[in-house]
Protein backbone atom coordinates (compact mmCIF):
# COMPACT_ATOMS: atom_id res chain seq x y z
CA UNK A 1 0.00 0.00 0.00
CA UNK A 2 1.58 3.43 -0.39
CA UNK A 3 2.06 5.79 2.02
CA UNK A 4 0.20 9.22 1.84
CA UNK A 5 2.95 11.07 3.98
CA UNK A 6 6.39 9.63 4.32
CA UNK A 7 8.49 9.32 1.11
CA UNK A 8 11.73 7.81 0.35
CA UNK A 9 13.76 9.56 3.19
CA UNK A 10 11.27 10.80 5.75
CA UNK A 11 8.77 13.70 5.33
CA UNK A 12 8.95 16.49 3.21
CA UNK A 13 7.87 19.53 0.99
CA UNK A 14 7.44 22.89 0.34
CA UNK A 15 6.89 25.23 3.52
CA UNK A 16 3.26 25.84 4.12
CA UNK A 17 2.16 23.85 1.58
CA UNK A 18 -0.25 20.73 2.53
CA UNK A 19 1.67 18.40 4.53
CA UNK A 20 4.48 20.93 5.56
CA UNK A 21 3.20 23.75 8.20
CA UNK A 22 2.39 24.03 11.98
CA UNK A 23 -1.11 22.48 11.66
CA UNK A 24 0.13 18.77 10.30
CA UNK A 25 3.68 19.21 12.14
CA UNK A 26 1.18 19.51 15.41
CA UNK A 27 -0.52 16.00 13.90
CA UNK A 28 3.05 14.70 13.19
CA UNK A 29 4.34 15.04 16.99
CA UNK A 30 1.13 13.75 17.93
CA UNK A 31 0.92 10.71 15.92
CA UNK A 32 4.44 9.89 16.46
CA UNK A 33 4.25 10.64 19.87
CA UNK A 34 1.22 8.05 20.43
CA UNK A 35 2.74 5.57 18.67
CA UNK A 36 5.79 5.46 20.20
CA UNK A 37 5.02 5.97 24.18
CA UNK A 38 3.78 2.50 23.71
CA UNK A 39 6.88 1.07 24.32
CA UNK A 40 7.39 0.27 28.18
CA UNK A 41 9.72 2.72 28.97
CA UNK A 42 9.63 4.59 32.69
CA UNK A 43 9.92 7.62 30.69
CA UNK A 44 8.38 8.55 27.41
CA UNK A 45 11.33 11.10 25.43
CA UNK A 46 11.68 12.52 22.46
CA UNK A 47 14.33 14.89 21.11
CA UNK A 48 14.25 16.96 18.26
CA UNK A 49 17.27 18.59 16.57
CA UNK A 50 17.21 20.87 13.18
CA UNK A 51 19.20 22.16 10.40
CA UNK A 52 19.22 25.91 9.22
CA UNK A 53 15.95 26.71 7.75
CA UNK A 54 14.10 30.16 8.56
CA UNK A 55 11.07 27.69 8.43
CA UNK A 56 12.18 25.59 11.56
CA UNK A 57 11.48 28.18 14.10
CA UNK A 58 7.74 28.29 12.85
CA UNK A 59 7.36 24.14 12.82
CA UNK A 60 9.85 23.06 15.82
CA UNK A 61 7.06 24.68 18.18
CA UNK A 62 4.16 22.82 16.55
CA UNK A 63 6.00 19.82 16.83
CA UNK A 64 7.14 20.01 20.20
CA UNK A 65 2.95 21.17 21.04
CA UNK A 66 2.17 17.96 19.60
CA UNK A 67 4.39 15.41 20.88
CA UNK A 68 3.70 16.65 24.50
CA UNK A 69 0.19 16.46 24.18
CA UNK A 70 0.79 13.19 23.56
CA UNK A 71 2.30 12.88 26.67
CA UNK A 72 6.27 12.68 25.33
CA UNK A 73 9.09 14.51 27.15
CA UNK A 74 10.68 16.86 24.80
CA UNK A 75 14.48 17.54 24.13
CA UNK A 76 15.33 19.88 21.77
CA UNK A 77 18.61 20.08 20.38
CA UNK A 78 18.75 23.32 18.24
CA UNK A 79 21.29 22.86 14.99
CA UNK A 80 22.98 19.55 14.58
CA UNK A 81 23.58 16.62 12.13
CA UNK A 82 20.91 13.67 11.24
CA UNK A 83 23.00 11.15 12.81
CA UNK A 84 24.35 13.46 15.59
CA UNK A 85 20.65 12.81 16.55
CA UNK A 86 20.41 9.18 15.70
CA UNK A 87 23.32 9.03 18.23
CA UNK A 88 21.88 10.89 20.67
CA UNK A 89 18.46 9.01 20.63
CA UNK A 90 20.20 5.85 21.03
CA UNK A 91 22.48 7.31 24.02
CA UNK A 92 19.72 9.36 26.10
CA UNK A 93 18.01 6.15 25.43
CA UNK A 94 14.96 8.19 24.47
CA UNK A 95 11.69 6.94 22.29
CA UNK A 96 12.39 8.95 19.16
CA UNK A 97 14.33 10.99 17.86
CA UNK A 98 12.73 13.51 14.89
CA UNK A 99 15.29 15.68 12.78
CA UNK A 100 13.76 19.20 11.34
CA UNK A 101 15.05 19.15 7.72
CA UNK A 102 14.51 18.55 3.80
CA UNK A 103 18.65 17.78 3.39
CA UNK A 104 19.67 19.10 0.39
CA UNK A 105 16.86 21.06 -0.67
CA UNK A 106 16.42 24.76 -1.06
CA UNK A 107 15.46 26.63 1.81
CA UNK A 108 11.38 27.02 1.22
CA UNK A 109 11.11 23.03 2.06
CA UNK A 110 11.57 21.27 4.84
CA UNK A 111 10.23 18.24 6.07
CA UNK A 112 10.89 15.41 8.84
CA UNK A 113 13.06 12.44 9.59
CA UNK A 114 12.35 10.15 12.19
CA UNK A 115 14.44 7.91 14.56
CA UNK A 116 13.67 4.67 16.53
CA UNK A 117 15.10 4.22 19.88
CA UNK A 118 17.53 2.23 18.59
CA UNK A 119 19.25 5.43 16.26
CA UNK A 120 17.69 3.57 13.37
CA UNK A 121 15.26 5.37 10.83
CA UNK A 122 12.13 4.01 10.66
CA UNK A 123 10.69 0.80 8.58
CA UNK A 124 7.79 1.22 6.05
CA UNK A 125 5.71 -0.63 8.14
CA UNK A 126 5.83 1.88 11.75
CA UNK A 127 5.80 4.96 8.93
CA UNK A 128 2.01 3.22 8.28
CA UNK A 129 1.14 3.14 11.34
CA UNK A 130 2.48 6.59 12.29
CA UNK A 131 0.11 7.41 9.12
CA UNK A 132 -2.77 5.97 10.70
CA UNK A 133 -2.81 8.01 13.35
CA UNK A 134 -2.47 11.19 11.34
CA UNK A 135 -5.59 11.31 9.82
CA UNK A 136 -7.60 9.87 13.42
CA UNK A 137 -9.56 12.11 15.13
CA UNK A 138 -7.06 14.37 17.29
CA UNK A 139 -8.80 13.92 20.72
CA UNK A 140 -8.51 10.40 21.14
CA UNK A 141 -4.68 10.94 21.21
CA UNK A 142 -4.65 13.59 23.46
CA UNK A 143 -2.73 13.04 26.99
CA UNK A 144 -4.82 13.96 30.11
CA UNK A 145 -3.69 17.85 31.97
CA UNK A 146 -1.57 15.47 34.05
CA UNK A 147 -0.24 13.59 32.12
CA UNK A 148 1.26 16.15 29.58
CA UNK A 149 5.03 16.09 29.01
CA UNK A 150 7.74 18.85 29.61
CA UNK A 151 10.05 20.35 27.36
CA UNK A 152 13.51 21.11 28.04
CA UNK A 153 16.52 22.84 25.98
CA UNK A 154 19.52 21.26 25.82
CA UNK A 155 22.97 22.98 24.71
CA UNK A 156 25.13 20.26 24.87
CA UNK A 157 24.21 18.55 21.72
CA UNK A 158 27.25 19.67 19.43
CA UNK A 159 29.44 19.11 22.29
CA UNK A 160 28.06 15.38 22.83
CA UNK A 161 28.07 14.31 18.84
CA UNK A 162 31.63 15.36 18.82
CA UNK A 163 32.74 13.18 21.96
CA UNK A 164 30.68 10.01 20.51
CA UNK A 165 32.42 10.62 17.19
CA UNK A 166 36.00 10.50 18.38
CA UNK A 167 35.56 7.39 20.77
CA UNK A 168 34.84 5.78 17.67
CA UNK A 169 38.83 6.12 16.60
CA UNK A 170 42.28 5.78 18.78
CA UNK A 171 43.14 8.12 21.67
CA UNK A 172 46.26 8.72 19.40
CA UNK A 173 44.78 9.91 16.69
CA UNK A 174 44.85 13.66 15.65
CA UNK A 175 45.04 15.97 12.35
CA UNK A 176 48.03 17.97 13.10
CA UNK A 177 49.81 18.76 10.26
CA UNK A 178 46.60 18.56 7.56
CA UNK A 179 44.98 21.64 5.81
CA UNK A 180 41.28 20.58 5.22
CA UNK A 181 38.75 22.71 3.99
CA UNK A 182 35.29 21.88 4.88
CA UNK A 183 32.25 23.09 3.31
CA UNK A 184 29.14 23.11 5.60
CA UNK A 185 26.09 24.28 3.32
CA UNK A 186 25.00 26.76 5.72
CA UNK A 187 22.90 23.69 7.38
CA UNK A 188 23.38 21.83 10.60
CA UNK A 189 26.88 21.09 10.76
CA UNK A 190 27.83 24.30 10.65
CA UNK A 191 29.40 24.40 14.20
CA UNK A 192 29.95 20.67 14.57
CA UNK A 193 32.30 20.46 11.39
CA UNK A 194 34.94 22.68 11.55
CA UNK A 195 34.66 22.23 15.77
CA UNK A 196 35.68 18.91 15.50
CA UNK A 197 38.37 19.21 13.33
CA UNK A 198 39.88 21.53 14.86
CA UNK A 199 39.33 19.95 18.29
CA UNK A 200 41.85 16.90 16.50
CA UNK A 201 44.28 19.57 15.33
CA UNK A 202 43.76 20.63 11.81
CA UNK A 203 44.31 24.23 10.36
CA UNK A 204 40.80 24.08 9.09
CA UNK A 205 39.29 26.14 6.66
CA UNK A 206 35.61 26.75 6.37
CA UNK A 207 33.33 28.01 3.91
CA UNK A 208 28.95 27.39 4.20
CA UNK A 209 29.66 28.66 8.12
CA UNK A 210 26.94 31.51 8.17
CA UNK A 211 24.00 30.49 8.00
CA UNK A 212 20.98 33.19 7.94
CA UNK A 213 17.71 30.57 7.64
CA UNK A 214 17.83 31.32 3.85
CA UNK A 215 21.13 30.18 2.17
CA UNK A 216 21.28 26.38 3.07
CA UNK A 217 22.31 24.97 0.29
CA UNK A 218 22.33 27.98 -1.90
CA UNK A 219 25.52 27.90 -4.11
CA UNK A 220 27.50 25.12 -1.47
CA UNK A 221 27.34 22.11 -0.08
CA UNK A 222 27.59 18.69 -1.45
CA UNK A 223 25.31 19.64 -4.38
CA UNK A 224 27.55 22.58 -5.49
CA UNK A 225 30.94 21.08 -5.11
CA UNK A 226 32.72 23.40 -7.10
CA UNK A 227 32.90 25.93 -4.08
CA UNK A 228 35.10 22.68 -2.31
CA UNK A 229 37.07 22.33 -5.43
CA UNK A 230 38.31 26.22 -5.94
CA UNK A 231 38.93 26.41 -2.16
CA UNK A 232 41.29 23.21 -1.93
CA UNK A 233 43.04 24.53 -4.85
CA UNK A 234 43.30 28.24 -3.41
CA UNK A 235 44.28 27.08 0.59
CA UNK A 236 46.69 24.19 -1.10
CA UNK A 237 44.49 21.52 1.71
CA UNK A 238 45.01 18.34 1.78
CA UNK A 239 41.53 17.53 1.46
CA UNK A 240 37.94 19.06 0.59
CA UNK A 241 35.08 17.80 2.45
CA UNK A 242 31.61 19.20 1.29
CA UNK A 243 28.07 18.49 3.24
CA UNK A 244 24.93 18.69 2.63
CA UNK A 245 22.03 20.89 5.05
CA UNK A 246 21.72 18.24 7.36
CA UNK A 247 25.47 16.97 7.02
CA UNK A 248 24.30 13.31 6.46
CA UNK A 249 26.08 13.43 2.70
CA UNK A 250 29.58 14.30 1.80
CA UNK A 251 31.50 14.85 -1.38
CA UNK A 252 34.86 15.29 -1.05
CA UNK A 253 37.87 16.52 -2.94
CA UNK A 254 41.29 15.53 -2.69
CA UNK A 255 44.62 17.56 -3.03
CA UNK A 256 44.49 18.30 -6.64
CA UNK A 257 40.61 19.57 -7.27
CA UNK A 258 39.38 16.41 -8.05
CA UNK A 259 36.10 16.07 -6.97
CA UNK A 260 35.44 12.48 -5.35
CA UNK A 261 31.64 11.33 -5.58
CA UNK A 262 30.01 8.61 -3.16
CA UNK A 263 30.93 5.80 -5.52
CA UNK A 264 34.73 6.51 -5.07
CA UNK A 265 34.69 6.95 -1.22
CA UNK A 266 32.78 3.72 -1.19
CA UNK A 267 35.70 1.82 -3.58
CA UNK A 268 38.27 3.39 -1.32
CA UNK A 269 36.90 2.57 1.66
CA UNK A 270 36.18 -1.12 0.69
CA UNK A 271 39.18 -1.37 -0.19
CA UNK A 272 40.85 -0.51 2.87
CA UNK A 273 38.51 -2.48 4.94
CA UNK A 274 38.93 -5.64 3.40
CA UNK A 275 42.75 -5.18 3.07
CA UNK A 276 42.38 -4.41 7.07
CA UNK A 277 39.56 -7.69 7.57
CA UNK A 278 37.40 -5.20 8.60
CA UNK A 279 34.74 -5.71 5.63
CA UNK A 280 32.03 -7.40 6.89
CA UNK A 281 29.97 -9.48 3.97
CA UNK A 282 30.47 -7.03 1.26
CA UNK A 283 28.69 -3.77 0.15
CA UNK A 284 25.42 -2.17 -0.19
CA UNK A 285 25.20 0.20 -3.52
CA UNK A 286 21.71 1.46 -4.83
CA UNK A 287 20.11 1.47 -8.42
CA UNK A 288 21.62 4.59 -9.07
CA UNK A 289 25.43 3.49 -8.34
CA UNK A 290 27.52 3.73 -11.50
CA UNK A 291 28.12 0.60 -13.29
CA UNK A 292 31.96 0.74 -12.90
CA UNK A 293 31.65 0.91 -9.11
CA UNK A 294 30.24 -2.71 -9.41
CA UNK A 295 32.58 -4.03 -12.45
CA UNK A 296 35.96 -2.57 -9.89
CA UNK A 297 33.79 -4.97 -6.93
CA UNK A 298 33.84 -7.85 -8.82
CA UNK A 299 37.59 -7.57 -10.11
CA UNK A 300 38.16 -7.54 -6.10
CA UNK A 301 36.23 -10.08 -5.56
CA UNK A 302 33.86 -8.11 -3.08
CA UNK A 303 30.45 -8.96 -2.85
CA UNK A 304 28.05 -5.85 -3.86
CA UNK A 305 24.42 -5.51 -4.13
CA UNK A 306 21.97 -2.93 -4.68
CA UNK A 307 18.74 -1.70 -2.86
CA UNK A 308 16.44 1.06 -3.88
CA UNK A 309 17.46 5.02 -3.23
CA UNK A 310 18.07 6.40 -0.18
CA UNK A 311 19.94 5.47 2.67
CA UNK A 312 17.25 3.90 4.73
CA UNK A 313 16.86 0.90 2.18
CA UNK A 314 20.95 0.79 1.84
CA UNK A 315 20.39 0.35 5.69
CA UNK A 316 17.86 -2.52 5.53
CA UNK A 317 19.89 -4.14 2.53
CA UNK A 318 22.82 -4.09 4.75
CA UNK A 319 21.35 -5.35 7.86
CA UNK A 320 19.17 -8.24 6.07
CA UNK A 321 22.60 -9.50 4.14
CA UNK A 322 25.03 -8.78 7.13
CA UNK A 323 27.20 -6.34 5.50
CA UNK A 324 28.80 -3.47 7.61
CA UNK A 325 29.60 -0.57 4.39
CA UNK A 326 26.80 1.02 2.14
CA UNK A 327 26.12 3.70 0.25
CA UNK A 328 25.15 5.98 -2.31
CA UNK A 329 26.53 8.27 -5.68
CA UNK A 330 25.04 10.99 -3.34
CA UNK A 331 27.21 10.90 -1.09
CA UNK A 332 25.30 8.91 1.98
CA UNK A 333 27.66 6.54 2.97
CA UNK A 334 26.79 3.82 6.25
CA UNK A 335 29.60 3.07 8.09
CA UNK A 336 27.57 -0.08 9.76
CA UNK A 337 30.34 -0.49 12.45
CA UNK A 338 30.08 2.72 13.80
CA UNK A 339 26.58 4.43 12.70
CA UNK A 340 23.12 3.72 11.83
CA UNK A 341 22.78 6.28 9.16
CA UNK A 342 24.49 8.41 6.70
CA UNK A 343 27.14 10.47 8.70
CA UNK A 344 29.13 12.94 6.51
CA UNK A 345 31.90 13.88 9.37
CA UNK A 346 31.89 10.97 10.72
CA UNK A 347 32.92 9.19 6.89
CA UNK A 348 35.15 12.14 6.38
CA UNK A 349 37.15 11.77 9.90
CA UNK A 350 37.86 7.72 8.60
CA UNK A 351 38.95 8.63 5.32
CA UNK A 352 41.65 11.68 6.84
CA UNK A 353 42.24 8.46 9.49
CA UNK A 354 43.62 6.32 6.60
CA UNK A 355 45.73 9.54 4.76
CA UNK A 356 46.53 11.26 8.05
CA UNK A 357 50.15 10.22 8.13
CA UNK A 358 51.76 11.32 4.91
CA UNK A 359 49.50 9.67 2.46
CA UNK A 360 48.01 11.41 -0.39
CA UNK A 361 43.81 11.59 -0.71
CA UNK A 362 44.37 11.03 -4.85
CA UNK A 363 46.09 7.56 -4.01
CA UNK A 364 43.17 6.93 -1.68
CA UNK A 365 40.21 7.60 -3.90
CA UNK A 366 40.08 6.99 -7.72
CA UNK A 367 39.96 2.87 -7.30
CA UNK A 368 38.32 2.46 -10.47
CA UNK A 369 37.19 4.11 -13.87
CA UNK A 370 33.32 5.46 -13.93
CA UNK A 371 31.09 4.28 -16.65
CA UNK A 372 29.88 7.06 -18.36
CA UNK A 373 26.82 8.33 -16.92
CA UNK A 374 23.68 10.85 -17.78
CA UNK A 375 21.33 11.78 -14.78
CA UNK A 376 18.75 14.53 -15.75
CA UNK A 377 15.96 15.44 -13.52
CA UNK A 378 12.49 16.64 -14.62
CA UNK A 379 10.42 18.77 -12.86
CA UNK A 380 6.98 17.73 -13.01
CA UNK A 381 3.35 18.25 -12.17
CA UNK A 382 2.23 14.86 -11.16
CA UNK A 383 5.22 12.02 -11.03
CA UNK A 384 2.59 9.31 -12.09
CA UNK A 385 3.37 10.52 -15.34
CA UNK A 386 6.01 7.96 -15.04
CA UNK A 387 3.13 5.58 -15.82
CA UNK A 388 1.84 7.74 -18.64
CA UNK A 389 1.94 4.74 -21.65
CA UNK A 390 3.55 7.14 -23.70
CA UNK A 391 6.79 7.50 -21.57
CA UNK A 392 6.58 3.76 -20.75
CA UNK A 393 7.27 3.19 -24.87
CA UNK A 394 9.83 5.78 -24.56
CA UNK A 395 11.96 3.79 -22.07
CA UNK A 396 10.95 0.34 -23.79
CA UNK A 397 12.07 1.49 -27.09
CA UNK A 398 15.27 2.96 -25.19
CA UNK A 399 16.37 0.07 -23.24
CA UNK A 400 15.80 -1.88 -26.53
CA UNK A 401 18.47 0.19 -28.45
CA UNK A 402 20.84 0.61 -25.20
CA UNK A 403 20.54 -3.25 -24.53
CA UNK A 404 23.97 -5.16 -24.00
CA UNK A 405 25.90 -1.69 -23.69
CA UNK A 406 24.72 -0.08 -20.81
CA UNK A 407 21.37 0.15 -18.91
CA UNK A 408 19.03 2.58 -18.29
CA UNK A 409 16.86 4.14 -15.26
CA UNK A 410 13.66 6.00 -14.81
CA UNK A 411 12.36 6.48 -11.66
CA UNK A 412 10.39 9.01 -9.16
CA UNK A 413 12.12 11.25 -6.47
CA UNK A 414 11.11 10.09 -3.55
CA UNK A 415 11.95 13.80 -1.76
CA UNK A 416 11.20 16.39 -4.93
CA UNK A 417 8.81 16.71 -7.76
CA UNK A 418 10.98 15.43 -10.33
CA UNK A 419 11.51 12.45 -12.53
CA UNK A 420 14.93 10.84 -13.01
CA UNK A 421 16.15 9.86 -16.06
CA UNK A 422 19.55 7.84 -15.72
CA UNK A 423 21.92 5.96 -18.36
CA UNK A 424 25.05 4.14 -18.14
CA UNK A 425 26.94 3.15 -21.42
CA UNK A 426 30.51 3.62 -22.62
CA UNK A 427 29.08 4.38 -26.35
CA UNK A 428 28.63 8.18 -25.32
CA UNK A 429 26.14 8.43 -28.88
CA UNK A 430 24.15 5.66 -28.15
CA UNK A 431 23.41 7.26 -24.04
CA UNK A 432 22.58 10.67 -25.21
CA UNK A 433 20.30 9.13 -27.56
CA UNK A 434 18.33 7.40 -25.17
CA UNK A 435 18.13 9.07 -22.36
CA UNK A 436 17.24 12.17 -25.02
CA UNK A 437 14.42 9.83 -26.32
CA UNK A 438 12.65 9.39 -22.47
CA UNK A 439 12.90 12.90 -21.00
CA UNK A 440 11.60 14.75 -24.80
CA UNK A 441 8.88 12.40 -24.15
CA UNK A 442 8.14 13.13 -20.09
CA UNK A 443 8.51 17.24 -20.64
Known amino acids: MKKKYFGTDGIRGAINSKNINGDMFFKFGLASGTYFKSQKKKKQTAIIAKDTRLSGYALEPALVSGLASAGMHVYTLGPLPTNGLAMLTKSMKANMGIMITASHNPHNDNGLKLFGPDGLKLSDKIERRIESLIDKNITKNLSNPEKLGRVKRLESGTKDYIKILKKNFTKDFNLRGLRI ?203 TIISNPEVKKSIKIAEKIMKGQGRILVRKSGTESKIRVMGESDNKKILNKCVNIISKKIK
Open 181 to 383: VIDCANGAGYKAGPELLKSLGAKVIAIGVTPNGLNINKNCGSTFPNKIKFAVKKHKAHLGISLDGDADRVIMCDEKGCIVDGDQIVAALATRWKNKKMLKGGVVGTLMSNYGLEKFFKSQTIKFIRSNVGDRYVKEKMQKNNFNLGGEQSGHIILGKFATTGDGLLVALEVLFAIRKGGKASNFFNKFKKIPQILINIEVKDK
